[in-house]
């Protein structure tokens, strides 16, 4: 098992359990990219040198790690210097301990404000009593708990509740503040309204009915990273026709967006066309 990413307390009111939070997710991606100079073919490598320098076209002379600090611009030009350590020793009470403030229905954690995922675990044995009642509670009642952690150099919102699926862990996640979330009106507002035909939705609906299965995402894969790959694989001679990276794409995602589904043969017409959402143009008559 991983490291934990984060170790302390969960408080509700006066219970106090230890636990340990794991990063949930992981980058699976095979393709990666580095800055090439088209002249010569090497990579190109970037330093931290000082502003000043860079300005004026000087010799420049990459700055040392342990010689840079952080800083906070009070004014344009001016700094307070922030050591590492003064960092570190702040008093946050949420470095150390999650302490719930209150608890709300799961279906309140719109997917907009989630940001990202945890897998808690009691920190040892002598804390899983305690992880285990709280966490059947919240399954019973259909809450979660929010409260704040530090980490990451800032203070998170989290949720905790239980982890769907399985009887025995929770998940946390980190929520987005409310400022963080642009307003919505500005991008809805200038939506024209449009009515809404019986017989479009009609067939809207069957389309969606028709389409519709459980959710499993292993039969999905990154049809880029998959294209890429195939441009890359691909025979590097001057003769040999070149790769076209969109034709790529088209056939890493073939003929059927529905995971490789094929349509009915019964079906004869795509039901989409049918919809009749976009009226053909009527033809002109001649005079």
Same mark, same amino acid.
């Given at each position: 098992?991983?490291?934990?990413?984060?170790?302390?307390?969960?408080?509700?009111?006066?219970?106090?359990?230890?636990?340990?939070?794991?990063?949930?997710?992981?980058?699976?991606?095979?393709?990666?990219?580095?800055?090439?100079?088209?002249?010569?073919?090497?990579?190109?490598?970037?330093?931290?040198?000082?502003?000043?320098?860079?300005?004026?076209?000087?010799?420049?002379?990459?700055?040392?790690?342990?010689?840079?600090?952080?800083?906070?611009?009070?004014?344009?030009?001016?700094?307070?210097?922030?050591?590492?350590?003064?960092?570190?020793?702040?008093?946050?009470?949420?470095?150390?301990?999650?302490?719930?403030?209150?608890?709300?229905?799961?279906?309140?954690?719109?997917?907009?404000?989630?940001?990202?995922?945890?897998?808690?675990?009691?920190?040892?044995?002598?804390?899983?009593?305690?992880?285990?009642?709280?966490?059947?509670?919240?399954?019973?009642?259909?809450?979660?708990?929010?409260?704040?952690?530090?980490?990451?150099?800032?203070?998170?919102?989290?949720?905790?509740?239980?982890?769907?699926?399985?009887?025995?862990?929770?998940?946390?996640?980190?929520?987005?503040?409310?400022?963080?979330?642009?307003?919505?009106?500005?991008?809805?507002?200038?939506?024209?309204?449009?009515? *809404?035909?019986?017989?479009?939705?009609?067939?809207?609906?069957?389309?969606?009915?028709?389409?519709?299965?459980?959710?499993?995402?292993?039969?999905?894969?990154?049809?880029?990273?998959?294209?890429?790959?195939?441009?890359?694989?691909?025979?590097?001679?001057?003769?040999?026709?070149?790769?076209?990276?969109?034709?790529?794409?088209?056939?890493?995602?073939?003929?059927?967006?529905?995971?490789?589904?094929?349509?009915?043969?019964?079906?004869?017409?795509?039901?989409?066309?049918?919809?009749?959402? *976009?009226?053909?143009?009527?033809?002109?008559?001649?005079?």
């Amino acid at each position: 098992m991983a490291r934990p990413y984060w170790t302390g307390n969960i408080q509700i009111s006066l219970v106090s359990f230890g636990v340990s939070l794991y990063v949930a997710t992981e980058s699976k991606s095979q393709i990666s990219f580095h800055q090439i100079s088209r002249k010569t073919g090497e990579r190109i490598r970037h330093q931290k040198v000082l502003e000043s320098a860079a300005e004026n076209n000087e010799a420049t002379t990459a700055v040392e790690k342990d010689e840079i600090v952080k800083g906070y611009e009070y004014r344009k030009g001016q700094y307070v210097i922030l050591e590492p350590a003064e960092l570190e020793n702040l008093r946050v009470p949420s470095k150390h301990t999650i302490a719930v403030s209150q608890f709300v229905d799961s279906a309140e954690l719109n997917p907009e404000y989630v940001e990202k995922p945890y897998f808690v675990v009691p920190e040892n044995d002598s804390q899983a009593e305690a992880f285990t009642v709280v966490r059947q509670a919240l399954v019973d009642t259909g809450k979660v708990a929010i409260g704040k952690v530090a980490f990451s150099g800032r203070e998170n919102i989290v949720a905790v509740g239980p982890a769907p699926g399985y009887d025995r862990g929770m998940i946390a996640y980190t929520l987005r503040f409310q400022n963080e979330l642009r307003n919505m009106s500005d991008y809805f507002r200038d939506i024209k309204p449009t009515a *809404v035909e019986k017989d479009s939705l009609e067939l809207a609906e069957t389309l969606i009915k028709r389409m519709s299965a459980k959710l499993d995402l292993s039969k999905f894969e990154d049809g880029y990273e998959v294209a890429v790959k195939a441009l890359v694989e691909a025979p590097r001679q001057k003769s040999a026709k070149v790769v076209n990276l969109m034709d790529a794409l088209r056939k890493s995602i073939g003929p059927d967006t529905r995971l490789g589904k094929k349509p009915p043969k019964s079906e004869k017409e795509p039901i989409s066309k049918k919809i009749g959402l *976009v009226k053909p143009a009527s033809k002109r008559k001649s005079a």
